[in-house]
């Protein structure tokens, strides 16, 4: 990562009522190596580097989940220049965090979670990665809105902000007082609060979502619940229609012969027209066994595929301690 910041587009620590250099510390890196038969592997890579936050004395981390699913070894990068082995504990699929162990002594000063609830379209924030105030970007909020994926994936209020940073994968959204407020997950085009063009923008986890399930991940490494119905599908709107514009090998959809470009109309008889709609309707067909109903146009036809769901988790290798 030897690129850097512009300077005048860094904080100034001056402008901000906190120990800059002291917060941004607690930004690591995270260098993750998967196996080559990894389920995600093909997708996402067996080498994945990124950003965490260190939110606990212990060393806990918090993380974007792609970046250690799987993962055989972790190394946590700190910045005084040591690399120390970490543990994946837990990747939650429907926030998107991942929580990591430091296995080792960190010494550094944890973040505190912040009220992402209380962010307002134009508040200033700090996008950061791992690697200083030179990995610093100072921006703005430009929507909190929903986010569709589509790879089975919905938040109901996601945060956006510009300009986009370059390396936003498990960057830390920093606000006023040094508190954290969103971990990064991707770099897309959408439009600012009232204004028409699209421009590059990150989208961040909100951090509110981790306390209601943090004891659940750092008990089980995952939610104490019935997962959701996962369908290894990977969706597309385009013109007013969602395509299947994927298939995970092997996965529920695949085996149940949904094809490339098939136009998802439906769920079970009740019409879809956009990604969000399509992940409620099969959300709500019950646990992850359970049987989804696609309403499918092929080649002109109407078709029905009878997909028998499964756990999105059952596919992934389990992390082995070090």
Partial sequence: MDWIIPPEAQPSPEEWGFDLDDVLSAVVGIRALVPEDAFTASVLGTERAGSGVVIREDGLVLTIGYLITEAEQIWVGLADGRALPGHALAYDQETGFGLVQVLGRV??????????????????????????????????????REFAGYWEYLLEEAIFTAPAHPFWGGAALIGSEGE??????????????????????????????????LD???????????????????????????????????????????????????????????????????????????????????????????????DRASFLKRPQLQ
């Fill in 107 to 144: 010494g550094l000063r944890p973040l505190p979670l912040g009220d992402s609830a209380a962010l307002e379209i134009g508040d200033s924030v700090i996008a950061a990665s791992a690697g200083g105030r030179g990995h610093a970007l100072e921006a703005r909020v430009v929507g909190k």
């Fill in 180 to 213: 954290l407020l969103g971990v990064g997950s991707l770099r897309v085009e959408a439009t600012a609060e009232g204004e028409d063009e699209q421009i590059p923008v990150n989208m961040f986890v909100p951090i509110d979502l981790l306390p209601p399930i």
């Fill in 216 to 310: 659940d991940l750092l008990s089980y490494g995952r939610r104490k619940r019935p997962p959701r119905p996962w369908l290894g599908l990977y969706a597309a709107e385009q013109e007013g229609s969602v395509l299947v514009a994927g298939l995970a090998s092997g996965g529920p959809a695949d085996q149940a012969g949904v094809r490339l470009g098939d136009r998802v109309v439906g769920v079970a008889g009740t019409p879809i027209a956009d990604l969000a709609t399509l992940w409620r309707r099969v959300w709500s067909s019950g646990e992850a066994g359970a049987t989804v109903s696609l309403d499918l146009v092929r080649n002109g036809s109407t078709v029905s595929a009878s997909i028998r769901s499964a």
